[in-house]
């Protein structure tokens, strides 16, 4: 153990960052170990980690000097922030740049940093498809993890870029799965344009991210754009039928109603899944299943992860 490296993990008790815990410890072969940073170390999720093994510290993205202490001796970090505390992308990019310049300051040798393309290289401030939200956004939790990218570049963190893909998870924990419509038939309504998806199970995100740190430093200033399958709506709705053994039909639901949905950050989901549609090739081609299997030989396709998960998936 003593002579293994650190991997500093921030997001440790969440998905992504639990993945890269969970990765590490799984190859008890392997060169590293983790660092789960929370918090809240006494939470059970945290000592569900030291219970893999994992060290875990006290760190708060809002606290740049205690990002410092937690990273202090690591070889390694994995970064992500999590917009949706607080729907704020001004403190999004603010943790994401308290991150870059923490790393920088512990002399970290490697950092992955889970962001998103800012969308506004592609739909600027002026371009009306899309509505402005909060001011300065088209899609506020794509463009600040974008714009956070700089911060990494600015402070000349040793960063490699991994882009995320949309959650199947969110299928179990956000009631985007199928749903009954009034003929009783069971429906998957998601606002794609006609267009694709690239989707991944949390989880894989995490290995994918230990494929990186596992890949080295030669990595440093490279994007990996990850995903386990990239399916049009049908296709999903197909899967799901699958494992449901029923009939599933898909719905392409306007973005214009989507937006008007009314949950917290729904005009900002709905200028997402707009945006993707806009830009729907590109955007497929920027995440590579092949590359993310090189990464992480377990990835799993949809119906794998449905054949999971299906049982957790509230159809009500
Ligand atoms: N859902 C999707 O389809 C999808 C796809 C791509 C990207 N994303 C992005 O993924 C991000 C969320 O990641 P996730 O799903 O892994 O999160 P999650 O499961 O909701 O967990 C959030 C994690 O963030 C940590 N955290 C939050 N604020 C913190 C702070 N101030 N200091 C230190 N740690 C903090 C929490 O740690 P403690 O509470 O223990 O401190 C927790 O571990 C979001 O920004 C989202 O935009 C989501």
Redesign the pocket.
Known sequence: MADKKVIAV????????GGVVRAIHADGRGEFTARA????PG?D??RALAGLGAEVVA????DVTTLERAFAGAHGAFC??????HLSPERELA?ASAMARAAKRARVSHVVWST?EDTRHWVPLSDARLSTLKGRYKVP?FDAKGEADEAFLREATPTTFLL????WD?FIHFGMGPRKGPDGELVLGLPLGGGRLPGIA?EDIGKCAYGIFRRGTDTIGQRFGIAGEVLSGPEMAAGFGRALGRKVGFHDIPFDVYRGFGFPGADDMGNMFEWQSLINAEFCRARDVDLSRSLNPELLSFDEWLANNVGRIPLE
Do not use: P
């Open positions: 921030i997001g440790a008790t969440g998905a992504q960052g940073i929370t918090r809240r939470s999720k945290a760190g708060d993205a809002d992500v922030t999590n917009f949706w505390e943790q998103l939790h995320a893909a949309f959650y969110n949390a």
